[in-house]
């Protein structure tokens, strides 16, 4: 049972590596892409580079609450530590929902609707 604790902690830890990489990543590429238009003088690139970001942000958020969920669940289910984990994906989830709100201008759950009010 212990190996099988260290394996997941690994895989959390690893999980939450990623997670890490992808804000990492995403927010070089964003800055490459934002240099490129800026010398081709491409428009509103401001804009466009936010939601770049916010798009690594919010995946890389993703993978770092599985990682913590996988952490806390299997290597360590006190009601300590589920109570810290509870309030740590409240957080991100609002972060999240606010990020998804910035980039789209709309919520999650509200799909667009291309045929509404034509009969």
């Known amino acids: 049972m212990e190996n099988f604790r260290q394996i997941m902690d690994i895989i959390g830890t690893s999980v939450d590596g990623v997670g890490v990489l992808i804000v990492v990543g ?3 590429s964003a800055t490459v892409r934002l240099a490129v238009r800026r010398v ?3 428009g509103n690139y401001y ?3 936010r939601q770049d970001v916010g798009r690594a942000i919010l995946l890389g958020l993703e993978f770092l ?6 952490r806390t669940v299997v290597v360590a289910p006190t009601m300590q ?10 957080i991100r989830t609002f972060l ?6 910035e980039i ?7 799909c667009d609707m ?3 009010g034509q009969d």
């Open 104 to 110: 789209e201008g709309k919520l999650p759950w509200h």
């Open 47 to 49: 804009v466009t580079y």
């Open 26 to 28: 995403g927010a070089l």
């Open 81 to 90: 530590n589920v109570a810290v984990l509870g309030l740590i994906v409240l």
């Open 114 to 116: 291309p045929n509404a």
């Open 40 to 42: 081709q003088r491409a």
């Open 96 to 101: 999240s929902l606010s990020l998804q709100l």
């Open 65 to 70: 609450i599985a990682g913590d969920i996988i």
